[in-house]
């Protein structure tokens, strides 16, 4: 079975084929990074224009990278939610016309279980059950998987997710758009001895989270130590490194306490956020001290792509679900109120 995957929740269109024998075809992302970037943050009508423009040459694209015609596709994926209201409604529009027009099932897919399913992409992959940490953009959450469907919220943010606080955090030090990636960098020249932030809600029980006051916390530290800083750029960096050294251990020590409660041995990372190289080595470490596995997507696959939203509409496809011709995205959609899929082993086929 040959699924088309569009993703069009933000600021990235992204588009994928996925084949069950084969896997994953071709795939490819359009950013519309140099667009955001003089306002500092996405901007909602203008990244709905960009999609219009953009997603359906994307989609020739990789079906040419695969060397396939319109009759070889079975079925349609496109991101439904959650997401910016008419980024969605690009791509919904777009994949249920052309499911439509081919005569093949549409599915509209939760973007989070995307990225929730990502990791099972790659070789080898993690059966279940396993618990997710999901860090992307506005979410992070910690999940218990079953299966496909079978999801528990285990905890999630209370304020900013770990995203948003690394993207007000680097506009406090005044970085470039995207500032994640750019405070990840300045980090890496800074004095870890320096400076230390609180982990926050890390000395009290439960598995929630809370960024916004860490994001204060930095802005406070700049303002008393810059004034007086013999080199402020080192400052700087040295701000970056204790903002990332706090959110990295709080993750860890929340993704400890989720194997713990739940008493599994397999965790899943997914998301932007989790492309960060001082997450995955502390997070490694933590986890194989603790005696369990640690499972990632590439690095390209943890941005908004099309490949998870092609895979998990291909789980949903094949379990027989599908779109009617009216489509509805989603603002919000809550990950627990998705129908389960049967139990059955992950094969490809």
Same mark, same amino acid.
């Given at each position: 079975?040959?699924?088309?995957?569009?993703?069009?929740? @933000?600021?990235?269109?992204?588009?994928?084929?996925?084949?069950?024998?084969?896997?994953?075809?071709?795939?490819?992302?359009?950013?519309?990074?140099?667009?955001? &970037?003089?306002?500092?943050?996405?901007?909602?009508?203008?990244?709905?224009?960009?999609?219009?423009?953009?997603?359906? %040459?994307?989609?020739?694209?990789?079906?040419?990278?695969?060397?396939?015609?319109?009759?070889?596709?079975?079925? !349609?994926?496109? *991101?439904?939610?959650?997401?910016?209201?008419?980024?969605?409604?690009?791509?919904?529009?777009?994949?249920?016309?052309?499911?439509?027009?081919?005569?093949?099932?549409?599915?509209?897919?939760?973007?989070?279980?995307?990225?929730?399913?990502?990791?099972?992409?790659?070789?080898?992959?993690?059966?279940? %059950?396993?618990?997710?940490?999901?860090?992307?953009?506005?979410?992070?959450?910690?999940?218990?998987?079953?299966?496909?469907?079978?999801?528990?919220?285990?905890?999630?943010?209370?304020?900013?997710?770990?995203?948003?606080?690394?993207? /007000? *955090?680097?506009?406090?030090?005044?970085?470039?758009?995207?500032?994640? %990636?750019?405070?990840?960098?300045?980090?890496?020249?800074?004095?870890?001895?320096?400076?230390?932030?609180?982990? %926050?809600?890390?000395?009290?029980?439960?598995?929630?989270?809370?960024?916004?006051?860490? /994001?204060?916390?930095?802005?406070?530290?700049?303002? *008393?130590?810059?004034?007086?800083?013999?080199?402020?750029?080192? *400052?700087?960096?040295?701000?970056?490194?204790?903002?990332?050294?706090?959110?990295?251990?709080?993750? !860890?020590? /929340? @993704? =400890? =306490? &989720?194997?713990?409660?739940?008493?599994?041995?397999?965790?899943?990372?997914?998301?932007?956020?989790?492309?960060?190289?001082?997450? =995955?080595?502390?997070?490694?470490?933590?986890?194989?001290?603790?005696?369990?596995?640690?499972?990632?997507?590439?690095?390209?696959? @943890?941005?908004?792509?099309?490949?998870?939203?092609?895979?998990?509409?291909?789980?949903?496809?094949?379990?027989?679900?599908?779109?009617?011709? @009216?489509? &509805?995205?989603?603002? =919000?959609?809550?990950?627990?109120?998705?129908? &389960?899929?049967?139990?059955?082993?992950?094969?490809?086929?």
């Amino acid at each position: 079975m040959r699924v088309l995957g569009i993703e069009t929740s @933000c600021d990235e269109t992204g588009v994928a084929v996925y084949d069950s024998a084969a896997g994953l075809m071709a795939h490819a992302v359009y950013s519309q990074i140099a667009i955001h &970037a003089q306002y500092g943050g996405v901007v909602p009508e203008l990244a709905s224009r960009d999609h219009v423009r953009k997603t359906l %040459p994307l989609i020739r694209e990789v079906m040419d990278t695969a060397g396939l015609s319109a009759g070889a596709i079975d079925g !349609v994926a496109y *991101t439904a939610g959650p997401g910016l209201i008419g980024a969605l409604l690009v791509g919904s529009a777009l994949g249920r016309s052309l499911a439509w027009a081919w005569g093949v099932p549409a599915i509209g897919v939760h973007h989070m279980e995307g990225h929730l399913l990502a990791p099972l992409l790659e070789d080898p992959a993690p059966p279940f %059950p396993f618990v997710a940490l999901l860090v992307s953009g506005g979410h992070t959450q910690l999940v218990d998987v079953e299966g496909v469907g079978r999801y528990r919220i285990l905890g999630e943010s209370l304020d900013d997710a770990a995203g948003e606080a690394f993207d /007000k *955090t680097a506009k406090i030090l005044d970085l470039p758009y995207p500032g994640g %990636p750019e405070l990840a960098r300045l980090a890496e020249r800074g004095d870890p001895r320096r400076f230390r932030f609180p982990r %926050p809600m890390t000395d009290r029980p439960g598995l929630d989270f809370s960024f916004s006051g860490l /994001k204060t916390f930095a802005l406070n530290t700049l303002r *008393t130590t810059l004034p007086d800083a013999a080199d402020p750029a080192q *400052t700087r960096a040295d701000i970056a490194r204790a903002f990332e050294e706090a959110v990295v251990e709080t993750l !860890v020590i /929340k @993704c =400890r =306490r &989720a194997l713990q409660a739940t008493g599994r041995q397999r965790l899943i990372l997914a998301g932007g956020v989790s492309a960060n190289r001082r997450l =995955r080595e502390r997070m490694n470490a933590a986890i194989t001290a603790a005696g369990a596995e640690t499972f990632y997507p590439r690095p390209a696959l @943890c941005t908004d792509n099309g490949a998870m939203i092609a895979y998990a509409g291909w789980q949903r496809l094949r379990a027989g679900q599908h779109e009617p011709l @009216c489509f &509805a995205p989603r603002a =919000r959609w809550a990950m627990e109120s998705l129908p &389960a899929l049967e139990p059955r082993t992950l094969d490809n086929n």
